[in-house]
């Protein structure tokens, strides 16, 4: 299976929503704590080598990235220093980015972009905030300011265009509906920092929530007085969790003891697939929208890998 060499710490790996052979990978030097980052555009090819298509270096480490739902040229990137930037694959390198929106006072952790009306994305801060944009508006449309600490991840819902998440070190994960002045919502998910969160793209009111107490909990804000499912499995701290687009109970998770998981939260061994690749803290993953099966993670070995479910991901 392809793998490609990062010169900085991975951070984040997504698949195009446009072409199934293009991702996007959010890298920080020295860990993310202290230099400069990049943004790399990745091209597949069929049983061959990843090859690199485009890159934008950055003053600052970049932690993730996610690509336009209505332009499959655009890229929108995280960045360390509060910054939220904006790349068009169409353009030279020189002319990018073609937009930084800056009102974030501290490391812009994720990013999202609506996939339903697909005309907005909301970036979440270690300021404590999450943030409301559209792309071609300098000034953000809102801020959600509720959490107590920082927010680590973001997540719109797949079918309703209003309604996100946002996962906290706060212990908290919060539902939001944007025609709403404060959350809807308040989930007190885990009793450790919450660094991911992601919604079940079959059933709009299950949603996934991992944490530094290396577990993965699965939820119906319904009723979410209990979890439907609580996942064991990983040694440390649980750094993100994605849900299948493909199976309506599958997902997957990375976390600092550098392993990929592959659930089932519908059966009793949920446990159904883990991927040692990695010799760094594994902190990005990402399923294919458009390729069943497909997988790509990336973390602190500057390493990217792609794979299919099943397969090992260091096979040549």
């Known amino acids: 299976m392809p793998v490609f060499r990062t010169p900085f710490n991975g951070y984040s790996v997504k698949f195009s929503p446009f072409y199934e052979n293009k991702i996007a990978v959010a890298t920080a030097q020295n860990f993310g704590i202290l230099g400069n980052g990049r943004v790399h555009i990745l091209q597949l090819t069929p049983n061959g080598p990843i090859s690199e298509i485009a890159a934008y270096d950055t003053a600052d480490g970049v932690y993730d990235v996610c690509w336009s739902e209505a332009h499959d040229s655009l890229v929108i990137a995280a960045s360390g220093d509060g ?6 694959l169409s353009l030279p390198p020189t002319n990018n980015p073609i937009r930084a929106f800056n009102e974030h006072t501290r490391e812009v952790h994720a990013v999202d972009y609506n996939t339903v009306r697909k005309d907005s994305f909301l970036s979440a801060s270690w300021d404590d905030t999450v943030k409301l944009w559209t792309v071609d508006r300098n000034a953000s449309v809102r801020t959600f300011k509720e959490h107590a600490y920082c927010v680590y991840s973001t997540a719109w819902n797949p079918r309703h265009a209003d309604i996100f998440a946002s996962a906290s070190g706060d212990c ?44 993965i909990k699965v939820w119906d804000v ?45 059966v009793e061994d949920a446990l159904i697939g883990r991927y040692d690749h990695h010799t760094e803290f594994a902190v990005g993953v990402d399923m294919s929208v458009l390729v069943e099966g497909l997988l790509a993670s990336t973390g602190w070995d500057e390493l990217v890998y792609v794979w299919q479910h099943g397969m090992d991901p260091r096979a040549p």
């Open 222 to 266: 319904r009723n979410y007085r209990v979890p439907i499912s609580v996942l064991n499995g990983h040694g440390y701290a649980v750094r993100k969790v994605r849900f299948s687009p493909h199976r309506a109970s599958a997902m997957v998770s990375c976390s600092y003891d550098m392993t990929v998981c592959m659930w089932d939260y519908m």
């Open 172 to 215: 908290t994960t919060r539902i939001w509906d944007v025609r709403e002045p404060g959350s809807t919502m308040i989930l007190p998910a885990h009793e450790f920092e919450i660094l991911s969160c992601d919604w079940n793209k079959y059933d709009d009111c299950i949603i996934a929530t991992t944490s530094v107490d290396k577990s």
């Open 83 to 88: 910054s939220v930037k904006l790349y068009d």
